[in-house]
């Protein structure tokens, strides 16, 4: 069944008939699959909640139960405080009143996962927040085949395609070598659970001075590495005024802290960040750091739609970024895609967007993303 408006609006008298039916229904407390009578990711509280990963937007405090995939626990725990959650492997399918859930790699940070729920032949999978490049931390993204997927679109529009990450760590390297040999400290402002893991395992090869990060930073790195995580060993940036190195040093700080009195004992520091959004020059010149690294841990425009192709899905719902764009691309390819509102896209990297709501494709820095040409069926859809 095609709903007729574009945006499903939980309102309208036509919604409750066609909400009537689905497995996964979308309410104002968040996606609820009332045959089980749990939510995936709500935003208000609930008495059972299924949940992608640890970000905040997704994973909210106040509900009375959470399930989620193991590795994600230690980090909702730190997070949420002393919260009741189950853990379950991915793969590992589980029923709640005769609905079948299963948890899969999502590959955008360390727990992330898509989920899969099943009932009466009908299968579903809500993928909160993916991407499809493999960081070699979080576990890789995993197609599952489904009719219908939920999916998030942080950076669908088609300027947006990431250079190899490879590419990306090398110019990382050279910038803090080029720092260290000028003695000036190089400081990147990185979000505590995902990119600074996923940098730390980029440079880990090969330093040239030590690494210290900020606490918020430093205390997931060392829960992460007692989980087992294979994490370079870092230091926390020491309370004292003399820090040894630290004109060689690479430090790692969450985006509050670039330019604050916290980095005053920095040596002469150059900065940098490190996001998805650093190919937009306005948002480099915002968050006021000398260099940006494009660097993201959501699909690109290519990732989104190759994601969405391989799970077979001949319906798609779009929940946070450029739904308006990347909803009407879909529906003419031919797909049944609908924008849902939701309360996700608050959090971490996908926050810049709010500032960068009004791009076009003359805002994209091509020096510092692929360099490569927009064709013009690509620029048709930036409208
Ligand atoms: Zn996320
Ligand atoms: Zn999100």
Redesign the pocket.
């Known amino acids: 069944m095609r709903c007729t408006p574009e945006q499903l609006d939980l309102n309208h008298p036509l919604y409750a008939l066609f909400n009537r039916d689905m497995l996964i229904r979308f309410t104002d407390k968040g996606l609820y699959v009332e045959a089980a009578g749990v939510y995936i990711d709500p935003w208000k509280p609930v008495a059972k909640a299924l949940i992608t990963h640890g970000?905040s937007?997704?994973a909210r405090w106040g509900h009375s139960q959470y399930i989620s995939v193991q590795s994600s626990v230690s980090i909702l725990k730190h997070r949420l405080g002393d919260i009741i959650v189950t853990g379950k492997k991915y793969g590992e399918t589980f029923k709640i009143n005769g609905v079948e859930f299963s948890f899969h790699p999502a590959g955008h940070i360390i727990g992330s996962a898509q989920i899969r729920v099943a009932h009466k032949g009908e299968v579903w999978v809500v993928s909160?927040?993916y991407k499809v490049e493999n960081d070699g931390i979080s576990e890789a993204f995993e197609p599952v085949a489904c009719q219908h997927f939920i999916t998030?679109s942080?950076f669908g529009l088609p300027v947006f395609k990431w250079k190899p990450q490879e590419h990306v760590y090398a110019d990382m390297l050279e910038w803090w070598q080029r720092n260290a040999a000028d003695n000036r400290s190089s400081i990147i402002s990185a979000y505590s659970l995902g990119k600074a893991q996923r940098i730390l395992k980029g440079l880990s090869s090969s330093c040239p001075g030590p690494v210290y990060a900020h606490g918020a930073i430093f205390t997931i790195h060392e829960i992460l590495r007692n989980e087992g995580w294979d994490l370079p060993e870092i230091l926390p940036m020491p309370l004292g005024s003399v820090v040894p190195d630290i004109q060689k040093a690479l430090v790692l700080a969450p985006p509050g802290a670039i330019g604050s009195s916290w980095q005053k004992r920095l040596k002469d520091p150059v900065s940098a960040a490190a996001s998805g959004w650093m190919g937009v020059r306005g948002t480099r010149r915002r968050s006021a750091v000398d260099r940006g690294f494009v660097l993201s841990d959501h699909a690109d425009w290519d990732g989104l739609n190759q994601a969405i192709e391989a799970t077979g899905a001949t319906s798609v719902y779009v929940t946070?970024g450029y739904t308006d764009i990347f909803s009407k691309w879909l529906n003419e390819k031919g797909y049944d895609a609908h924008i849902v509102k939701t309360e996700?896209?608050t959090?971490q990297e996908?926050l810049l967007n709010a500032e960068a709501d009004t791009l076009s494709s003359a805002d994209i820095d091509d020096a510092s993303n692929s360099g490569e040409a927009i064709s013009p069926s690509e620029k048709d859809i930036i409208l």
Request: no cysteine; net charge negative; aromatic share 8%.
């Open positions: 970000h937007d997704h909160g927040d998030e942080t946070h996700y896209g959090d996908e």
